[in-house]
């Protein structure tokens, strides 16, 4: 079983992909550009999905379900939105195959739709054709719906999580009375995605808004929260959109107010998808393997015996046993793993790849002293503590080791965040301690793309309640009054 | 608010049908077959999906996922498989839209795929080609995995819930080292799916297994729950497949067992889907609107305030709220209506029509005596209690509407399970008084087939354990030694 990774000094790329197989998260399928999310990863993801939803549902959402396929036609309606999404589509153009003459499976010519179907690559458009059934009157809003689901957009280069032909995802479609509550609930669930990233995922984020051109296709504002990755590049983890009246009007879907005119009706829309797994192992994993914060860990302690004959695996069993149903009253979740056909060491390293927040070893000394060795996954250390009260020590430690995370990656942020006064210092942070770069830009859309082209940086948001400072563009020259984020994005 | 159904007595059909939709389950959509899951309807879609989820893990199963799209050469490799699945499938043939010279949305010619895609109608042919690499030796075995996800067959004639082409299930895939194993999993799973049935849905099922005719196309046994409506048709509510080796040699996935040898690996796999929506509705259900059994219930309680003026209201409001908190300490979900829209009387219609298990309503002579009016869905029967330990009264309440929903299920089954000895008894049944008709059969498909062509009516299965019982096919005349159950179905 070759464990060893490739370091991330030597390429971090290639060290994120070895990983996400080898840690037994994802792998590639047979069908290019889609993954296979294996059990172990699809148990972090299920751990994410609940404490979403929750959070989802205690903001008043409600969850729903649309269809996957999208008529062809529903596209043009939304000008901007057909120009951002038509690219990169699954097209349905026949409802069946048929066994050819020679015995193969060729599709059925006679079975061709009339208007081809759309794999949803979103799903603004079937929503808010749905939702002009559902909406006469100010008193059938606000709709507050989520949507778990997964997603199709066409990739020609892919990579496991980040970036996938299909993906799995959240979408909350929204629909209100005023703009100003649109507003609200765009902001509201930009902060939802923020906590969830920060005391969830231990992610330090950025919220800010997009420029003109990273905005959704159909929005007039798109929110956003910004990572940082270990290698100084910057991975957007959850966006939220104002929608305005676009679909509204596009979908013809109008309202009678209190006073019984008819106003089209204000959107938002938000969503996080299966990216933030990829967010969330190129944030704290280490050269060792993944490092997961025990909020997401599918388990967050294991028991490894090392023993030496059957007496003595027997006495150890007992102890170990009686330590897990005590966490597991707390809450902790535990694994035992008393397998034979294993050496000790082997275990270690395969729980340091998995990323199990804190290992537990007993040993014959131990049996006679009444201690364990504690070992934490994010700093490596290792203590000797007494086996009573055991429960305890260890919520403790789950809690330290996920505030440290958060600290560690908000350091590492911080130290990666650089001021940049003229183009030249821009250029050569991002040539040499890539990061996020707080620099001054005139605003306009050209500029940006000139950026873009010349470094492949983007604007990643302009933060929130961001400091007004006079300035130049590092660009242009023209004058500036705040400085945004630009990063090399993934 | 037209909230006048029609009758199950003047046509069943209908009844169900305008029940999904004024109920607010589900509807229609803009795509052909495809159907809105509304937010009532996918809240008790995801507690089936949560009490399941929990019976799949505590036998032992992890969920995955797996591609949507599934290379059409797969379907190829096991012969009865495609012969089963081929003829109903939605086909992805292009990757990308254009903007035609006319402004129009058209398909790119030039982004034609070299091998079409099928949308899933079933997972096997993709995660078996997984699962080739994932099995080298008996120690990898056993796999057992579920996926949660959407699956395509092109139906033409669609029916909210019952035959939709795109729907909601989950799949369990699972891979072993023996035979004996493999056919062990399948029937426990079998078990879990009847004890989801009778003990959530309170509704009784027959367990047994298919004929050929009937049986997964790539099975070598084919399980599953049977039920019958309160029409006297029958619906299937899940199948366990024991697949025997046929993926594992269609995928050429091969183990090293103990000894050293090589074999193939043997296979289950098993699935339940939003079809179970249709089934809870039609069992339970009555004039008035939905009767939900309390375990799947999105709330079991509403409670309706009856008051004139603000000053009684809030007196009111205060007995209700304390109740409220009351039951939700004891699990019990809740939902207060003090809405100053609608009357009292128009609430009690919804609710019933909504099926929620107990209504409480709270007037002005309550207050006085410290009372409250309880009513429940199932018998629509009221009586007047004393506000206090209110909160056990009802936990208690709903245990016995959840009992009674399934006692009266099961005696509606019982009258409607007949014994047929003549082929002419047996169409006197199923055109006067439909239902499960027990007769003897000679065990040929063609038999089979031939009473199908005649009376529409198909075998459901052959129960498990089923009584020897020595007699003559009603059709063919030749020998029989067991009766099998026999309806037309959904």
């Known amino acids: ?181 649109a507003i609200a609930e765009t902001e509201q669930m930009l902060n939802v995605y923020a906590d969830f990233a920060e005391q969830w995922m231990a992610v330090p984020v950025i919220k800010g808004i997009k420029t003109a051109n990273e905005r959704f296709a159909g929005a007039i504002e798109t929110y956003c929260i910004e990572s940082l990755m270990q290698d100084g590049k910057a991975l957007q983890a959850g966006t939220s959109h104002f929608l305005g009246q676009n679909f509204a009007k596009a979908f013809d879907v109008k309202f009678a107010n209190k006073e019984g005119k008819q106003d089209f009706v204000w959107a938002t829309s938000w969503g996080v998808s299966t990216r933030l797994m990829g967010a969330l192992v190129m944030s704290h994993s280490d050269d060792k393997g993944l490092v997961l914060p025990p909020k997401l860990a599918p388990f967050q302690v294991v028991i490894v015996p090392i023993y030496k004959g059957d007496e003595q695996l027997a006495q150890i069993n007992e102890v170990a046993n009686k330590m897990k149903k005590a966490m597991e009253a707390k809450g902790i979740s535990v694994k035992y793993d008393n397998r034979d056909n294993q050496r000790p060491g082997w275990k270690f390293a395969e729980y340091e790849l998995k990323g199990v927040p804190v290992r537990i070893a007993i040993g014959g000394r131990d049996l006679e002293n009444g201690t364990v060795e504690v070992a934490r996954r994010d700093t490596l250390e290792k203590e000797t503590l007494l086996q009573a009260d055991i429960e305890n020590k260890i919520e403790h430690l789950l809690q330290q080791i996920q505030d440290n995370l958060f600290q560690k990656a908000l350091a590492m942020r911080e130290a990666k965040t650089y001021h940049a006064d003229s183009y030249e210092e821009f250029k050569k942070i991002l040539d040499e301690t890539p990061g996020f770069v707080m620099a001054h830009w005139d605003g306009t859309s050209e500029t940006e793309q ?25 660009y242009s020259g023209k004058p500036s009054n705040q400085r945004v984020v630009f990063a090399k994005a993934y």
């Open 1 to 181: 079983m070759g464990k060893e990774l490739s370091t991330r000094e030597e390429n971090y790329s290639e060290w994120y992909n070895e990983l996400v197989v080898k840690a037994d998260l994802a792998e590639h399928s047979a069908v290019k550009g889609c993954m296979v999310i294996k059990p172990y990863g699809y148990a972090i993801w299920e751990k994410m999905q609940q404490a979403l939803d929750k959070m989802f549902k205690d903001t008043g959402h409600v969850n729903a379900y649309f269809p996957l396929f999208i008529p062809k036609s529903f596209f043009s309606k939304e000008a901007s939105h057909v120009a951002g999404f038509a690219k990169e589509c699954a097209v349905v153009t026949h409802y069946r195959l048929k066994t050819a003459e020679d015995g193969s499976i060729v599709v059925d010519e006679t079975a061709k739709l009339d208007e081809e179907l759309i794999v949803r690559p979103t799903s603004e458009t079937i929503i808010w054709n749905t939702y002009k059934g559902w909406i006469q009157s100010y008193r059938d809003l606000p709709i507050l719906v989520n949507q778990w689901a997964n997603v199709v957009r066409w990739e020609m280069r892919t990579r496991l999580f980040l970036r996938t032909t299909e993906f799995l995802w959240q979408e909350g479609h929204t629909a209100h009375a005023t703009a100003d509550e």
């Open 450 to 474: 000139k950026i873009k082209e010349e470094t492949k940086a983007t604007i990643r948001c302009i933060p929130l309640n961001n400091k007004k400072e006079e300035g130049k563009c590092i």
